[in-house]
């Protein structure tokens, strides 16, 4: 079945720049999105890509997206301590329904 | 504009028992969703709704959880009888209309099932 993957931790210093991969298996995904989770809370979307796009940017933060091999990645330029958090990956079929989401990859930024 | 809500916050129940989650989505928004979302994974769709018609209700486990979606608007999840593995964060959400549409979510119940 579908599966999305990625890395759990990530530890990045305060005005660096973080970058979150997530690979997923379905070839048929038309939406790729990045939320993000802080404690206590639902999840908010940041970003999302269509898969006929390779490239996104808004603001800080930066989607690249290789339909070839399945990769999608999250630049944050200038990383905060307020980016601290689990960013989710998902990918979803030309509906927008049956979204598959990844394990989370958990951010942590040091003063 | 008011987000979706769910109630309760925080429930802790013996196993065997049964128990119900309340979701109340942004107004207007046509589909809801239901996930699941055990510590330390990703959220699973259990259910989605469309008004208040199922489309997609594969993952949910039907010997033991059930949900409706009455009039199109709130929406209660119930799981009777409870296992130790139910233990896990109720994720509701909400867009407009399921398609090409963001979803919002609520800050979800966690149950505890000891």
């Known amino acids: 079945g579908e599966d999305v993957e990625q890395s759990l931790f990530l530890s990045v210093r305060e005005g660096d720049s973080s970058v979150i991969n997530c690979t997923y298996t379905?070839?048929?995904?038309?939406?790729l999105y990045w939320y993000k989770q802080e404690p206590g809370a639902g999840l908010q979307l940041l970003t999302y890509?269509?898969?006929?796009?390779d490239m996104k940017q808004d603001q800080r933060l930066t989607v690249l997206l290789n339909k070839k091999d399945k990769h999608l990645s999250l630049r944050i330029a200038d990383t905060q301590t307020g980016d601290s958090a689990i960013y989710f990956c998902?990918?979803?079929?030309?509906?927008?329904?049956?979204?598959?989401f990844g394990a989370g990859t958990r951010l942590f930024v040091k003063a | 504009e008011a987000g979706v809500a769910q109630s309760p916050r925080y429930k802790i129940i013996e196993k065997r028992q049964s128990v119900a989650f309340w979701c109340n989505p942004i107004s207007g928004h046509a589909t809801l969703y239901w996930y699941q979302q055990i510590l330390g994974q990703g959220p699973k769709l259990l259910i989605q709704?469309?008004?208040?018609?199922?489309?997609?209700d594969s993952q949910l486990p039907k010997d033991r959880f059930s949900a409706e979606r009455l009039k199109g608007v709130d929406s209660t999840l119930k799981i009777q009888p409870a296992k130790l593995e139910d233990s896990a964060v109720y994720l509701c959400?909400?867009?407009?209309?399921?398609?090409?549409?963001?979803?919002?979510f609520g800050q979800g119940t966690r149950l505890t099932v000891v």
């Open positions: 998902a990918e979803s079929d030309t509906g927008g329904f049956k979204t598959i």
């Open positions: 959400a909400s867009s407009l209309d399921g398609v090409n549409t963001e979803a919002f």
């Open positions: 379905d070839s048929s995904s038309t939406y």
């Open positions: 709704f469309q008004n208040n018609g199922v489309v997609d």
């Open positions: 890509i269509f898969s006929n796009m």
